[in-house]
């Protein structure tokens, strides 16, 4: 429907977009999300530079790499060393909150509001700002959870208790081996339930919300709908942006709005109703209170 030669970037002056950003989100019924990346980036969960280097030099030192995104995928010796990583990861990820609170700015605007939130973002922040679980979809999976790595189930696993374990007990860049998870199903190793082939677990809990999702469209369909967009990107469009966009052109009681430093853009199509801010995140939230 919408092609990439009518996309019309940010949408004008950043005060003026601001305003009209707050006045939409005032007369709206309902608040639709859709967060990536960007969100958490803008709360301080940035992947290099000296976050990166506190909690993984002896990893860079060793593998090379520079960031913790590129060692996710770097093949380590030992399944002690991949798990002596990953559960320093899913820590400083999953299991902290975030430096800044740009989440719970989000939530002070939106909670007294008709809201839904789909995310991509698998780090646990929306629930540690403590917005309501029940109106969320993380739709890519959770640091929090381990499946069995064929899949032999479509179950999850609470993984804390064991992270926090190979954390306290590591050494050398090792955990003790009698960490290792393990499918309690099938014997065979456990990993993330994070969603990068066709073994992805869709568990109970994730059908579950999906129709939550689905019902809350439906019923709002025709509804003054704020399609609120924050910090996604080109690396998975299917799943928020381009959905948001349609949605949007199919109901001309909807306003789009996305803010996202450097990427804030919308089709023609909807143009007259957008609000595309190039600007971080957490600034324009703080702008809008």
């Known amino acids: 429907m919408f092609s990439r030669t009518s996309i019309m970037k940010s949408t004008g002056n950043y005060l003026i977009q601001v305003e009209r950003l707050k006045k939409t989100l005032d007369d709206s019924d309902v608040v639709v999300i859709g967060a990536g990346a960007g969100l958490s980036t803008s709360a301080g969960f940035v992947y290099s530079g000296e976050r990166f280097r506190k909690n993984f030099s002896d ?20 399944p002690e060393e991949h798990w002596a990583y990953w559960s320093r990861f899913i820590t400083v990820n999953r299991y902290v909150a975030p430096p800044k609170p740009v989440y719970k700015q989000l939530l002070e605007l939106i909670e007294e509001k008709d809201y839904f939130v789909i995310t991509t973002n698998v780090d646990h922040c929306f629930q540690k700002a403590g917005i309501d679980k029940n109106r969320l979809f993380y739709t890519q999976g959770d640091y929090g959870l381990f499946q069995c790595s064929e899949p ?6 609470e993984n804390e208790d064991v992270i926090c374990q190979m954390v306290e007990r ?32 869709e568990d109970k809990g994730w059908h579950k919300a999906a129709e939550r999702y689905e019902d809350f469209l439906r019923v709002r369909e025709n509804m003054r709908i704020l399609f609120l967009e924050l910090g996604v990107g080109y690396n998975t469009p299917g799943i928020i942006k381009y959905p948001f966009w349609q949605m949007t052109a199919q109901n001309p009681k909807a306003v789009y709005a996305c803010i996202n430093h450097g990427e804030a853009v919308c089709p023609d199509d909807i143009k007259e109703r957008a609000i595309c801010i190039n600007e971080d995140i957490g600034k324009v939230l703080e702008d809008l209170r």
């Open 152 to 157: 032999c189930c479509q179950e999850t696993f």
């Open 170 to 201: 590591q050494a050398g860049m090792r955990v003790p081996s009698v960490l290792l998870p393990v499918c309690p199903r099938c014997g065979q190793p456990m990993t993330m339930n994070l969603r990068s082939d066709n073994r992805f677990v």
């Open 59 to 78: 990893f860079e030192d060793k593998y090379g790499f520079h960031d913790m995104y590129s060692g996710a995928f770097c093949h380590y010796d030992t």
